[in-house]
Each structure stands twice: as structure tokens, then as C-alpha cells.
């Protein structure tokens, strides 16, 4: 159970409390009123991010585990967001026949992050169709026209998986208008199977309807409207969030919507990795800040022509990225300015890029100083009042919050930093704080 907090004390619970957010058409709420702005990670989790074989393939890669005190380092870190990727193969790999067991580790997994004060987001994920051809995704009997031919690990390959003819024809199979293979109706099964498991569990604040599209809007907004609409009436009191076409990752835009999003508490998860999977690099290589702007500006006017709220559902660089430092800072400070909540992509990885919070040796996991400081910083989670200024300094690592007419906001207070309001100083805090301040607050190191 999550507590209240107390005034300028550190606290071990998170900033949120057991009823679920709810959008009022700009931002997401907390049940207090206040602007809740998501910090948060995904992880890819060794029995629910499915990648092995019941015919003794070799498996793609190897996914690790997560442990109890992976959630509570997230939570000291300062995030109280998990984005939790399932697959539909592991759910339905018959068709009709769903796996139980399979949610019940996906439950252990919300449990692990609820009781470290997390809210999870039970992400449908997909990359490359399915692990059968591609990466992950559908199950075998989903996959229409049949294979040509069945892969295995590892992803050495992942380049010619992702645009081969047999998953460009899966994609256009399943996307269809009208859905004359039944495979989208098959797959909302699916979702209102999982919908309805955690229709009522509190640390779950909703449901991703599909990880990164990959064709073209006028096909994936009909799709994202008939999903959202069968996950509301299964979890009627949670949150549905949608992607556009996962072109956005490539062009940093998506066409504006003429209308707002037909469902209600509704949010728009688009994913923001500007430059970073470029085939030119020389762009990031010479990053100018300002360069970054337009895509995440973009974004919040692309959630307002929805008329929803804006959480970026995956953004990240690897560690050894060039400009990894600076693309990370400025991407901070935009999404404060922006009012959007994020997830990093990823929390642990030992295979493909090996991005991630830790290293990886091949027996030990070592956090990495680098990204712990990425994501571990002074943010506003929960705003009172209305917003005039949400400022992250990057350079400095300090935050500027100017509110007119509110109460208490939770202020997530790194080790070091002090607090003042309309000038003066404030008894300092560590970890998640209430601070009472109707005008500006700063946070400093």
C-alpha cells in the first residue's frame, strides 16, 4: 500500500497513490488533481519477454531477470514508471487458447514493481512480427502467409529480419483494412484477455495496444481506435496508450489528428530517437541541441491535436553513443519543458547493443555512473496548480518549477541538493519530498 507523504521528509513509498491516473484531455492526474509526469524505464524480463523455442531452436538472445531489488534500485533512482513489454506468443501460442501461467509471471513482475511504488504499463510489444521470423511478437499460427522459413538466434542478423519480405508480408496481412485474415480480431481477443486479468489491479495503470507500428497511419489509427475501444470496455478505469506508425522514430513527426482520440483516458506514446538509428551519424556526431527540440516540441502538439496526454513510451542512446551525454541531457530537459512523461529504453540488456543502466561481464551486472546520472536527477513527478515554467538545467542539473495557484507538489530530490521557494530556502530533503510552494521553486546542487 502506498502511503502519503510528509512534508519535506524522505520517504520510501512513491509519489502516487492506489487509484488509478486518469487524463483530462492535456495531461495525465493523479488523484489529488495535480499533473502527474511519468519517470520511468522499460525492461525486458527473462520469462515474459518471450525469445525461445519448444523445438530446440537456438533462443535469440538472452533476456535477464527481474529482481526485487531491481525494482527498488529503480524507485531510489528517482522513476516510478515501468513499461513492461509481453508478448502475444507467449499469451496465445495457441490459437483460442490462452496461457495463464504466462500472466501470473507477468503479475509477479507488477508486484515486484508495486511494491517498490512503481505503476506498470503492460506494454504489447512487437519488433520484426514475431520471434519466428523476426525479433518478438506474434505467435506461429498468427503469421500469414505461413513462413518460408523459421529462424533462431542469435540476432546477428537483425537488420535483414526486420525488413525481410516475410515479415513486410506479415505486417500488411495483419493491418489490412477490414481485416479479412481475422488476425486483428484474434489479436483483440488477446489484449481483452490481458485487460481483463488487471482490469482491477492497482499497481497497473494501463495497457499499450501495440509497440511501433510499422505502416502507415491511415492503417494504424483505425487499428489503435478498434483496440482501445475493446480494452476500455475490459479496464474500464485504466489508461490506454497508443502509438502512431513507427516511421516517427525515422522522420521525428506524424501527421496531426483533425479529431480527438474517440476513447476516453486515452494517451499518446510515441517513441523519440532523434539521430541515434540515423544511416547518417554526422548529425549526432556534431549535435546541436536546438536540432533536438523540434522532434519533442512535435510531439506534444501531435498529443494535443489528440487531445491527450504525452507520455514518450521509449527514447535512449547506448552509453557509448557519440554526444550520448548531451543527446540525454537535452532530451531531460525537454521533456520537463514539453510536460511529457518518458520511459528509457533499457533498464538491462547483455545482447544487441547491450544498452542499459549496467554492464554486463557475463557473470555480474554493474551499474554504469553514466546513465545512472541520466536518469537520476531532480524532477518534478507530481504538479500542483498550473504550470508556468517546468525547467531542467542540464549543465547544472537543477530544476526550476513556477506554478500559480498551487499547493504540494512531489519532488523526486537526489543526495546534495538544497530547495527553496520564492527565494527562500527550504529544509532539504532526499529521495521523493512534498513541497508546499505556490509560485517558484528551485532545486539545486
Known amino acids: 500500500m502506498r502511503r502519503l507523504f510528509v512534508l519535506l521528509a524522505a520517504c520510501s513509498s512513491s509519489p502516487h497513490a492506489t487509484t ?7 495531461h495525465l492526474r493523479d488523484d489529488h488533481g495535480r499533473i502527474a509526469l511519468l519517470r520511468g524505464v522499460n525492461a525486458r524480463i527473462n520469462g515474459i519477454f518471450d525469445v525461445t523455442f519448444a523445438d530446440g531452436r537456438t533462443p535469440l538472445e538472452p533476456i535477464p531477470d527481474l529482481t526485487d531489488a531491481d ?6 533512482l528517482g522513476l516510478d514508471f515501468l513499461r513492461l513489454p509481453i508478448n502475444w506468443s507467449a499469451l496465445e501460442p495457441a490459437r483460442g487458447t490462452f496461457d495463464d501461467a504466462y500472466l501470473d509471471r507477468v503479475a509477479a513482475a507488477v508486484t515486484c514493481a508495486d511494491h517498490a511504488g512503481l505503476y506498470v504499463l ?3 510489444h512487437e519488433d520484426a512480427y514475431s520471434k519466428e ?6 505467435p506461429l499460427w498468427a503469421i500469414q502467409p505461413a513462413p518460408t522459413q523459421l529462424l533462431q538466434g542469435p540476432l546477428t542478423d537483425l537488420g535483414a529480419r526486420r525488413t525481410s519480405q516475410q515479415v513486410n508480408d506479415a505486417f500488411t496481412t495483419f493491418f489490412a483494412a477490414g481485416d479479412p485474415s481475422g488476425l486483428q480480431a484474434d489479436f483483440f481477443d488477446a489484449l481483452d484477455h490481458v ?19 510499422p505502416l502507415g497511419d491511415t492503417l494504424v489509427t483505425p487499428f489503435s481506435i478498434a483496440a482501445a475501444t475493446r480494452v476500455r470496455a475490459a479496464a474500464p478505469d485504466k489508461l490506454v496508450f497508443f502509438e502512431p506508425s513507427a516511421t516517427r522514430n525515422l522522420v521525428d513527426f506524424a501527421p496531426k489528428s483533425k479529431t480527438p482520440f474517440p476513447v476516453a483516458n486515452a494517451v499518446y506514446a510515441p ?15 556534431n ?13 506534444r502538439a501531435e498529443a494535443t491535436a489528440w487531445h491527450t496526454p504525452l507520455v514518450i513510451g521509449e527514447y535512449g542512446i547506448g552509453p557509448t553513443g557519440a554526444n550520448a551525454d548531451l543527446w540525454m541531457g537535452v532530451q531531460a530537459q525537454l521533456h520537463d519543458r514539453y510536460l511529457a512523461g518518458d520511459a528509457f529504453w533499457v533498464w538491462k ?10 554492464d554486463f561481464d557475463g557473470t555480474t551486472w554493474t551499474e554504469r555512473p553514466q546513465v545512472v546520472a541520466w536518469l537520476s536527477r531532480p524532477h518534478a513527478a507530481r504538479i500542483a496548480g498550473t504550470v508556468v515554467a517546468n525547467d531542467y538545467d542540464y549543465t547544472a542539473r537543477s530544476l526550476h518549477l513556477e506554478t500559480h495557484g498551487g499547493g504540494t507538489h512531489s519532488i523526486y530530490m537526489p543526495a546534495g541538493y538544497a530547495t527553496s521557494c520564492n527565494g527562500t530556502a527550504l529544509a532539504a530533503g532526499t529521495g521523493w519530498v512534498e513541497i508546499a510552494c505556490d509560485g517558484m521553486l528551485d532545486v539545486t546542487h
Open 20 to 26: 488509478p491516473l486518469s487524463s483530462d484531455g492535456t
Open 349 to 358: 540488456e547483455e545482447s544487441q547493443a547491450s544498452w542499459g543502466v549496467y
Open 133 to 138: 521470423i523476426g525479433e518478438d511478437g506474434a
Open 287 to 299: 549535435l546541436n541541441p536546438d536540432d533536438l527540440d523540434a522532434s519533442v516540441a512535435g510531439t
Open 71 to 76: 525494482c527498488q534500485r529503480m524507485h531510489e
Open 195 to 213: 485487460a481483463t486479468r488487471f482490469a482491477t489491479t492497482d499497481g497497473v495503470i494501463g495497457f499499450e495496444l501495440f509497440n511501433e507500428p
Open 122 to 124: 503492460i506494454d504489447m
Open 271 to 285: 517513441h523519440v530517437y532523434t539521430y541515434v538509428f540515423a544511416p547518417d551519424q554526422t548529425p549526432l556526431q
